[in-house]
């Protein structure tokens, strides 16, 4: 749950500002864990039945067909975009960790070949066969994330207030504040991405009538959201509150001091995408695999996995190389992909099945979350996109 969104959370708040940043992670925070508890509620409400893939439960909701057309291009959206914001952000890891290293006599390395040497590893491991056999390189990465966040708050704290600190809005003109709070929008939804995988966890527990997994998976799923809390909110409030609107778009650029703990904070943060991005990719291989063997009737060999793993590793590496900007991709993706999966489409499906009274306080709580989750999907990504075009204007391809 916790990912690398958390460290753009802080650039965020300098996009939306005290109130209104406040508000709308505490708001982001509730909505999402509502929408979690809805999934986990419907996983089961088949007697005998158990829904382990998002997809499986849209089907349920909206129809054979019509289900898989909504929630799987959404989640491919999602896999994919993750995969490619993972590459940037690995990239841009090592990329800090040599320029805070390496300050005197060295010359100036381009994020591009950073970003390069971090596809280098996924071009070994993508060929590793399941889950189960990233079980390890996945532990690993929850560690980092959480040793990560921490270190991120606690190094603005020993950083202290900087001078000068400004805590108004960055653009210059009305149309620029406006369109740098939308993309924060997006930056936030990214950052509350744990839903995509949440039925696929919960297929793991065991159940029975007397004792159903939405039990166990219920107090798991606290649990983890107040570790969320734990994370989010002191990174992004402490954050935004030592360096105003001068945050970078990855508070750890913006922390330089002291070394060897920005170092190690940037080293876990690349450890933690290495195993975040295969969770993501695992799926997408899976989907590829399936259509190349049963729809277009390839023999399932080692060739034909080898080709189609190295392939997307390079497909997201060429897009991550292409667009290297981590706060635009942020907000873009948060708004395009993140909002419907976490935020209103558990929504549509709970009243689609169990058809709530109208005007009902379940009936409104879920209209409420629908409204606000698509404003979320139609403004985030406005603000994403005029982002990565601003971003562009000064980015030389491929240099």
Known sequence: MVGAGVL????????????????????????????????????????????????????????????????????????VGVDILYMVTGGTSLKNIHDLACKKNCKSIKTTYF????ASVHF??????????ITGISLAAAVMSLSYSTIAWTASVHKGVQQGVDYSYKGSTTTGKVLDFFNALGTVAF???????????????????????????WKG????????????????????????????????TSLQKPEGLIIAANAFVIIHVIGSYQIYAMPVFDMIESVLVKKMHFRPTRILRFTTRTVYVAFTMFVAITFPFFSGLLGFFGG????????????????AVYKPKMFSLSWCTNWICIILGFVLMILGPIGGLRAIIIEAKTYKFYS
């Not at 088949?46 to 893939?53: A, E």
């Not at 070994?124 to 056999?133: A, G, M, R, T």
């Not at 395009?336 to 009243?351: K, N, Q, S, V």
């Open 8 to 79: 753009g959370l802080p650039y965020a708040m300098a996009s939306l500002g005290w109130g209104p940043g406040v508000v709308i992670l505490i708001l982001s925070w509730v909505i999402t864990l509502y929408t979690l508890w809805q999934m986990i509620e419907m996983h089961e409400m088949v007697p005998g039945k158990r829904f382990d893939r998002y997809h499986e439960l849209g089907q349920q909701a909206f129809g054979e067909k019509l289900g898989l057309w909504i929630v799987v291009p959404q989640q491919l959206i999602v896999e």
């Open 115 to 118: 970003i390069m040497i971090f």
């Open 124 to 133: 070994v491991i993508s060929h590793l066969p399941n889950f189960n056999s």
């Open 191 to 217: 950052a509350f991405a744990g839903h995509n995988v949440v039925l696929e966890i919960q297929a793991t527990i065991p159940s029975t009538p007397e004792k159903p997994s939405k039990g166990p998976m």
């Open 221 to 252: 799923a606290v649990v983890g959201y107040i570790i969320v809390a734990l994370c989010y909110f002191p990174v992004a409030l402490i954050g935004y509150y030592v360096f105003g609107n001068n945050v970078d778009s990855n508070i750890l």
């Open 336 to 351: 395009f992909a993140f909002a419907p999966t976490t935020y209103f489409i558990p929504c549509i499906m709970w009243l």
